[in-house]
Nanobody
Framework: QVQLVESGGGLVQPGGSLRLSCTASGSDSNLYTLSWFRQAPGKQREFVAR???????FYSDSVKGRFTISRDNAKPTVHLQMESLRPEDTAVYYCHAQWGEDIYWGQGTQVTVSA
């Protein structure tokens, strides 16, 4: 069993920055692939970024070059540094952990980009 606790959401103006964090606890949590997904009102949940237990990272085209995912396996914690935020980035952001068929979701944190 893995528990995911997210933090760092909030309101930011267009062009601003935010940093989300997700701490995973539970046995073997450092072995899990940690990702961020988001869901905007009226839309399906979509993939944002992924950090494998090693050094590999992946991004959706919509955030590539603006968002950076990083992880600290000592805790383990995954961060999402979001730069040059746009109104279309407004969504609830969810932390996701997966190892094989074991999948866990965090409770979500709201990010609102608005003037």
């Amino acid at each position: 069993q893995v528990q995911l606790v997210e933090s760092g959401g909030g309101l930011v103006q267009p062009g601003g920055s935010l940093r989300l964090s997700c701490t995973a606890s539970g046995s073997d949590s450092n072995l899990y692939t940690l990702s961020w997904f988001r869901q905007a009102p009226g839309k399906q949940r979509e993939f944002v970024a992924r950090a494998l237990p090693g050094t590999f990272t992946f991004y959706s085209d919509s955030v590539k070059g603006r968002f950076t995912i990083s992880r600290d396996n000592a805790k383990p914690t995954v961060h999402l540094q979001m730069e040059s935020l746009r109104p279309e980035d407004t969504a609830v952001y969810y932390c996701h952990a997966q190892w094989g068929e074991d999948i866990y979701w965090g409770q979500g944190t709201q990010v609102t980009v608005s003037a």
